[in-house]
C-alpha cells in the first residue's frame, strides 16, 4: 500500500506544481569555478576552470557545437589584461551528444554535473584574479523550458612569480572581435570584449571532480574541491578516452550503416557477382574446408579494407575537419553536388567508373592466388562496385562527420559486415545459392529507386546551408514540392507508367514494385499537408522551419510574404529585416512599438516571450497557434509581440541601459527583452504568454488574466485568449451615461 502512495506522489506532483512553476525565476545551473595550479611561474599555462551542478531533469548546452543550429552556446567574455593571453579554445569536458529534431543538428550538452576549461598563459607576476562573463542556456524535456544565462565570474588569484614576459604576437584570444553582438560582462573592473563564440574539440571523459565538491552561495559561485582532485583530470584529447557520446544513436547509426549495406548488395553492380565469387572458393579450391577458410578471409578483407576508409576519414579530417563539415556551408554545397551527381548516375544519365587502369592492375594482383590473391579479390570487388557503393558510402561518411570522431569507423563496419556477409555464409552453406533469384531487370529498379533516394537527400545539405546562412534559396515550401514531385515519380516508375534508359520491357507488375509504389505514393500523401501548414512532425529533423506558408485552402487569400504584415494604421515594425512571425502574423517585435499600435487599435497585447532555442516554442506554434481558432484570434483580437529573450542583435547606443535587477548593462535587444520577462514577471523561462492593457505597465500585476507557458491543449489555449479578451472589452466598454 505505501509502495503504490509513493507511486501516485511520483505521478500527481509534477501536474500539481506544473503551474506555480512557470511563475518563479528557475536557477538550474550553478556555477562555480577554480584555477589548476593556483601557483605558476610567468610563461606557465593555468587551466581556468568552470564546474557546473545541474538539476535533475535539466541540461545545460556545452560549448562544442554550431553557435549558429539555435541553442546558445556556452561562451566567455575575457576582461582585457597584459597579465594573461588565452591558449586555444575552452573545453566542454564530460558531454553528452544527441540530434536535436527542432534544430536540425547535433547539440553536445551536460546533465548533472558539468565542467568547461580555458587555458591561459600568464605573462606578469603577482596575485592574478580573472574576471569574465558567461552567456548559457540550460533546458529541460519535461515541458520544454530554457533558461538563458548571464554571470560574471571571477577566477583566482593566482600567485605568478617570475619576470614578467612579453605577450606573443599573436592576438590573444582574449581580444577576439566579437562574432555576434552580445553585450560584454559589465562587472568587469576593466573593458571587456564583446564574447567569442568557440568551437573547441570535445574531450569526452567523465568528471573527476564529484557533485559534491562543487559548493555555490547566493552573491558568488565558488569551488571547495581541492585542486589535485581537479588536475587528475585529463586535459587534452590525447590523454582522454574518447568514447560516443550516446551508445543508443552510435548503435542505431551502426544497424542504418548494416542496412544500407544490404541495399548495396542488391545493385546490379554487386549482386550478380555473389554466386560467382562463391563458386570460385567452393569449387576451385583443393578442399571444402580450405574454399571455406578463403571465403572468409575474403568476407574480412572486404570488411578491413572498409573500416581503414573509415579510419582515414577520422585521420585525415580530425575533429575540427568533421565539425566543419557538420557546420560549415561549403562542405554542404559539395554533398549536395556530388548527391545530385550519383542520384543522376543512379536513374541511367551516365556511368562513374573508376579509371580503368587502376582496376586492371587491382584485378592482376587477384589472379597471383594465395592468401594474397584473396585479399586483392576483395579489393576489385570493392573497386568494380563503386558506382553502385560509391553513392551509399558517400551518405555513410556525410553522416558519420556530424557526429562523433568514432562514427566513420562504425558506419564502415556495419556497412561492410552486411556487405561481407552473403559471400561468407554462401561459403559455409553453397546450397543456399539456389535459392537465389536470377539476375534481371529488377536490380536496375533497386538502383533507380536508390537514385530517387538520393536526389532527396541532397535537398537535405542545401537546405542546411541555406538555413544556417540565411540565403532563402530553399524555402519549407519549395522543399516540400521537390520531395513530393520526386516521391511521386518515383511510384509512377515503380507502377511501370515510364522506363528510363536501362530499364527492360516489365511484362507484369510483381506484388514487390506494387508494395514499393503505396509506399512511394503514401509518403507524397503525407508530405502534401505540410503545404498547407501541416507541421510533419515524423520529418521534423528534415524539413526547414515553418516561417512561410506560399500556399493555402482559405478562401479569399491574402498573399504571404517573408516580412511581416503589419496594420495599415500602425508604424512598420522594428527589426522585422531579420524576424518573423509564423503563419504570416502581423506583429512586432518592440513592446513600446506594440502598446502604440494596440492603444490606436484598441486591442489587447499579446506578449510572447520567446527564443530561437526555445523547442516547445516552436511546437507551440506549429501545433497550437496553428489551430484555426487560436490563429484567428491572434490575427483580428490581439496585437502580438514576440520578445526573443536570446537575439543578439545590438541596440542602439542610446537604448543601452542598467538593469535595476542585476545591475548589468543591456546592451542586446534578447537581453532587453529577459531582463523585462525577469523584471515585469518574475519569470525567466520560455514559452511564456501575457495578455496585457497596451496602457497599463508590463507587469504581473496588471495583466489581463493569469499568464500561461507550454499549453499544449488547443482548448486549453483558445480558453486563456477568450478570458484576456474578455477582461479588457469589460475594461474598456463605454460608460452608461446617466
Same mark, same amino acid.
Request: overall charge neutral; some cysteine; charged content about 15%.
Given at each position: 500500500?505505501?509502495?503504490?502512495?509513493?507511486?501516485?506522489?511520483?505521478?500527481?506532483?509534477?501536474?500539481?506544481?506544473?503551474?506555480?512553476?512557470?511563475?518563479?525565476?528557475?536557477?538550474?545551473?550553478?556555477?562555480?569555478? $577554480?584555477?589548476?595550479?593556483?601557483?605558476?611561474?610567468?610563461?606557465?599555462?593555468?587551466?581556468?576552470?568552470?564546474?557546473?551542478?545541474?538539476?535533475?531533469?535539466?541540461?545545460?548546452?556545452?560549448?562544442?557545437?554550431?553557435?549558429?543550429?539555435?541553442?546558445?552556446?556556452?561562451?566567455?567574455?575575457?576582461?582585457? #589584461?597584459?597579465?594573461?593571453?588565452?591558449?586555444?579554445?575552452?573545453?566542454?569536458?564530460?558531454?553528452?551528444?544527441?540530434?536535436?529534431?527542432?534544430?536540425?543538428?547535433?547539440?553536445?550538452?551536460?546533465?548533472?554535473?558539468?565542467?568547461?576549461?580555458?587555458?591561459?598563459?600568464?605573462?606578469?607576476?603577482?596575485?592574478?584574479?580573472?574576471?569574465? %562573463?558567461?552567456?548559457?542556456?540550460?533546458?529541460?524535456?519535461?515541458?520544454?523550458?530554457?533558461?538563458?544565462?548571464?554571470?560574471?565570474? @571571477?577566477?583566482?588569484?593566482?600567485?605568478? $612569480?617570475?619576470?614578467?614576459?612579453?605577450?606573443?604576437?599573436?592576438?590573444?584570444?582574449?581580444?577576439?572581435?566579437?562574432?555576434?553582438?552580445?553585450?560584454?560582462?559589465?562587472?568587469?573592473?576593466?573593458?571587456?570584449?564583446?564574447?567569442?563564440?568557440?568551437?573547441?574539440?570535445?574531450?569526452?571523459?567523465?568528471?573527476?571532480?564529484?557533485?559534491?565538491?562543487?559548493?555555490?552561495?547566493?552573491?558568488?559561485? $565558488?569551488?571547495?574541491?581541492?585542486?589535485?582532485?581537479?588536475?587528475?583530470?585529463? $586535459?587534452?584529447?590525447?590523454? *582522454?578516452?574518447?568514447?560516443?557520446? #550516446?551508445?543508443?544513436?552510435?548503435?542505431?547509426?551502426?544497424?542504418?550503416?548494416?542496412?544500407?549495406?544490404?541495399?548495396?548488395?542488391?545493385?546490379?553492380?554487386?549482386?550478380?557477382?555473389?554466386?560467382?565469387?562463391?563458386?570460385?572458393?567452393?569449387?576451385?579450391?583443393?578442399?571444402?574446408?580450405?574454399?571455406?577458410?578463403? *571465403?572468409?578471409?575474403?568476407?574480412? @578483407?572486404?570488411?578491413?579494407?572498409?573500416?581503414?576508409?573509415?579510419?582515414?576519414?577520422?585521420?585525415?579530417?580530425?575533429?575540427?575537419?568533421?565539425?566543419?563539415?557538420?557546420?560549415?556551408?561549403?562542405?554542404?554545397?559539395?554533398?549536395?553536388?556530388?548527391?545530385?551527381?550519383?542520384?543522376?548516375?543512379?536513374? %541511367?544519365?551516365?556511368?562513374?567508373?573508376?579509371?580503368?587502369?587502376?582496376?586492371?592492375?587491382?584485378?592482376?594482383?587477384?589472379?597471383?592466388?594465395?592468401?594474397?590473391?584473396?585479399?586483392?579479390?576483395?579489393?576489385?570487388?570493392?573497386?568494380?562496385?563503386?558506382?553502385?557503393?560509391?553513392?551509399?558510402?558517400? @551518405?555513410?561518411?556525410?553522416?558519420?562527420?556530424?557526429?562523433?570522431?568514432? !562514427?566513420?569507423?562504425?558506419?564502415?563496419?556495419?556497412?561492410?559486415?552486411?556487405?561481407?556477409?552473403?559471400?561468407?555464409?554462401? *561459403?559455409?552453406?553453397?546450397?543456399?545459392?539456389?535459392?537465389?533469384?536470377?539476375?534481371?531487370?529488377?536490380?536496375?529498379?533497386?538502383?533507380?529507386?536508390?537514385?530517387?533516394?538520393?536526389?532527396?537527400?541532397?535537398?537535405?545539405?542545401?537546405?542546411? /546551408?541555406?538555413?544556417?546562412?540565411?540565403?532563402?534559396?530553399?524555402?519549407?515550401?519549395?522543399?516540400?514540392?521537390?520531395?513530393?514531385?520526386?516521391?511521386?515519380?518515383?511510384?509512377?516508375?515503380?507502377?511501370?507508367?515510364?522506363?528510363?534508359?536501362?530499364?527492360?520491357?516489365?511484362?507484369?507488375?510483381?506484388?514487390?514494385?506494387?508494395?514499393?509504389?503505396?509506399?512511394?505514393?503514401?509518403?507524397?500523401?503525407?508530405?502534401?499537408?505540410?503545404?498547407?501548414?501541416?507541421?510533419?512532425?515524423?520529418?521534423?529533423?528534415?524539413?526547414?522551419?515553418?516561417?512561410? !506558408?506560399?500556399?493555402?485552402?482559405?478562401?479569399?487569400?491574402?498573399?504571404?510574404?517573408?516580412?511581416? +504584415?503589419?496594420?495599415?494604421?500602425?508604424?512598420?515594425?522594428?527589426?522585422?529585416?531579420?524576424?518573423?512571425?509564423?503563419?504570416?502574423?502581423?506583429?512586432?517585435?518592440?513592446?513600446?512599438?506594440?502598446?502604440?499600435?494596440?492603444?490606436?487599435?484598441?486591442?489587447?497585447?499579446?506578449?510572447?516571450?520567446?527564443?530561437?532555442?526555445?523547442? =516547445?516554442?516552436?511546437?507551440?506554434? /506549429?501545433?497550437?497557434?496553428?489551430?484555426?481558432?487560436?490563429?484567428?484570434?491572434?490575427?483580428?483580437?490581439?496585437?502580438?509581440?514576440?520578445?526573443?529573450?536570446?537575439?543578439?542583435?545590438?541596440?542602439?547606443?542610446?537604448?543601452?541601459?542598467? #538593469?535595476?535587477?542585476?545591475?548589468?548593462?543591456?546592451?542586446?535587444?534578447?537581453?532587453? =527583452?529577459?531582463?523585462?520577462?525577469?523584471?515585469?514577471?518574475?519569470?525567466?523561462?520560455?514559452?511564456?504568454?501575457?495578455?496585457?492593457?497596451? @496602457?497599463?505597465?508590463?507587469?504581473?500585476?496588471?495583466?489581463?488574466?493569469?499568464?500561461?507557458?507550454?499549453?499544449?491543449?488547443?482548448?486549453?489555449?483558445?480558453?486563456?485568449?477568450?478570458? %484576456?479578451?474578455?477582461?479588457?472589452?469589460?475594461?474598456? !466598454?463605454?460608460? +452608461?451615461?446617466?
Amino acid at each position: 500500500m505505501l509502495l503504490r502512495i509513493i507511486l501516485w506522489l511520483s505521478l500527481a506532483l509534477p501536474l500539481l506544481v506544473a503551474r506555480p512553476a512557470g511563475a518563479q525565476v528557475l536557477t538550474p545551473t550553478k556555477l562555480g569555478t $577554480t584555477v589548476s595550479p593556483a601557483t605558476a611561474k610567468v610563461g606557465d599555462e593555468v587551466e581556468l576552470i568552470v564546474n557546473a551542478r545541474i538539476d535533475p531533469t535539466w541540461h545545460l548546452y556545452a560549448t562544442d557545437f554550431d553557435p549558429d543550429l539555435g541553442p546558445t552556446v556556452f561562451a566567455f567574455t575575457f576582461a582585457k #589584461s597584459p597579465a594573461y593571453e588565452l591558449v586555444g579554445k575552452p573545453k566542454s569536458i564530460g558531454t553528452k551528444k544527441k540530434y536535436d529534431d527542432v534544430f536540425k543538428g547535433d547539440v553536445t550538452y551536460f546533465e548533472t554535473t558539468g565542467q568547461i576549461r580555458q587555458r591561459i598563459k600568464v605573462l606578469q607576476p603577482g596575485p592574478l584574479t580573472i574576471k569574465a %562573463g558567461v552567456e548559457y542556456q540550460t533546458c529541460t524535456d519535461v515541458d520544454g523550458r530554457c533558461i538563458p544565462g548571464e554571470e560574471a565570474l @571571477s577566477f583566482g588569484p593566482i600567485t605568478v $612569480t617570475g619576470t614578467a614576459a612579453a605577450p606573443a604576437k599573436s592576438a590573444p584570444a582574449a581580444t577576439t572581435p566579437a562574432v555576434s553582438p552580445a553585450a560584454a560582462a559589465p562587472t568587469a573592473p576593466t573593458p571587456v570584449a564583446a564574447p567569442t563564440i568557440l568551437q573547441p574539440e570535445t574531450t569526452a571523459v567523465a568528471l573527476a571532480t564529484p557533485p559534491a565538491a562543487i559548493v555555490t552561495t547566493d552573491s558568488a559561485a $565558488t569551488v571547495t574541491a581541492a585542486p589535485a582532485a581537479v588536475a587528475a583530470q585529463p $586535459t587534452t584529447p590525447s590523454a *582522454a578516452a574518447t568514447v560516443p557520446a #550516446s551508445g543508443g544513436s552510435l548503435l542505431g547509426f551502426a544497424l542504418l550503416a548494416f542496412l544500407s549495406g544490404l541495399g548495396a548488395l542488391l545493385t546490379p553492380c554487386v549482386f550478380p557477382l555473389i554466386p560467382m565469387t562463391v563458386s570460385i572458393f567452393t569449387k576451385g579450391s583443393a578442399s571444402r574446408q580450405q574454399g571455406i577458410m578463403k *571465403a572468409l578471409f575474403y568476407g574480412f @578483407s572486404i570488411i578491413f579494407i572498409y573500416v581503414v576508409v573509415g579510419l582515414l576519414t577520422t585521420v585525415l579530417l580530425g575533429a575540427d575537419g568533421l565539425n566543419l563539415i557538420s557546420t560549415h556551408w561549403l562542405p554542404n554545397l559539395i554533398f549536395f553536388v556530388v548527391f545530385v551527381v550519383f542520384g543522376l548516375s543512379f536513374l %541511367g544519365l551516365f556511368e562513374i567508373t573508376l579509371p580503368s587502369g587502376m582496376v586492371n592492375k587491382i584485378d592482376a594482383q587477384a589472379d597471383r592466388g594465395g592468401w594474397g590473391g584473396v585479399f586483392f579479390m576483395a579489393l576489385t570487388l570493392v573497386v568494380v562496385s563503386f558506382s553502385c557503393t560509391g553513392p551509399i558510402v558517400a @551518405s555513410i561518411l556525410t553522416m558519420a562527420a556530424q557526429g562523433e570522431r568514432i !562514427q566513420p569507423v562504425v558506419g564502415m563496419f556495419g556497412f561492410s559486415l552486411a556487405f561481407a556477409l552473403p559471400f561468407m555464409l554462401f *561459403a559455409l552453406f553453397p546450397t543456399w545459392l539456389k535459392g537465389l533469384p536470377s539476375s534481371g531487370g529488377w536490380l536496375n529498379t533497386v538502383k533507380v529507386v536508390l537514385g530517387f533516394v538520393e536526389l532527396m537527400l541532397a535537398l537535405k545539405f542545401l537546405s542546411m /546551408a541555406d538555413l544556417a546562412y540565411h540565403w532563402h534559396l530553399l524555402p519549407r515550401d519549395l522543399y516540400l514540392v521537390l520531395w513530393i514531385a520526386l516521391s511521386g515519380l518515383l511510384g509512377l516508375y515503380l507502377l511501370g507508367v515510364f522506363k528510363l534508359s536501362h530499364d527492360s520491357d516489365l511484362a507484369h507488375l510483381s506484388v514487390g514494385r506494387l508494395l514499393m509504389a503505396v509506399l512511394a505514393f503514401g509518403f507524397m500523401t503525407y508530405l502534401v499537408p505540410g503545404l498547407f501548414g501541416a507541421p510533419l512532425p515524423l520529418l521534423a529533423g528534415y524539413l526547414p522551419p515553418q516561417t512561410r !506558408q506560399d500556399f493555402t485552402l482559405a478562401a479569399p487569400a491574402a498573399p504571404v510574404t517573408t516580412t511581416v +504584415a503589419q496594420p495599415t494604421a500602425c508604424e512598420p515594425a522594428r527589426y522585422a529585416d531579420f524576424l518573423e512571425l509564423p503563419h504570416g502574423l502581423p506583429g512586432y517585435f518592440d513592446l513600446a512599438q506594440a502598446q502604440r499600435c494596440a492603444q490606436a487599435q484598441n486591442k489587447p497585447l499579446f506578449i510572447d516571450f520567446t527564443g530561437h532555442a526555445c523547442v =516547445n516554442c516552436r511546437k507551440m506554434e /506549429a501545433s497550437v497557434w496553428s489551430d484555426p481558432q487560436v490563429l484567428q484570434r491572434l490575427r483580428d483580437d490581439f496585437v502580438v509581440v514576440a520578445l526573443y529573450v536570446d537575439d543578439k542583435a545590438e541596440l542602439p547606443r542610446n537604448e543601452w541601459y542598467t #538593469s535595476k535587477y542585476d545591475n548589468k548593462e543591456k546592451t542586446t535587444l534578447g537581453k532587453k =527583452n529577459a531582463d523585462l520577462q525577469l523584471t515585469g514577471f518574475n519569470v525567466n523561462a520560455q514559452p511564456y504568454y501575457v495578455l496585457l492593457d497596451p @496602457s497599463a505597465p508590463a507587469d504581473l500585476a496588471h495583466t489581463l488574466t493569469p499568464p500561461v507557458a507550454y499549453e499544449p491543449d488547443v482548448n486549453s489555449f483558445v480558453k486563456f485568449l477568450d478570458a %484576456g479578451l474578455a477582461n479588457y472589452r469589460r475594461q474598456h !466598454q463605454p460608460v +452608461a451615461k446617466q
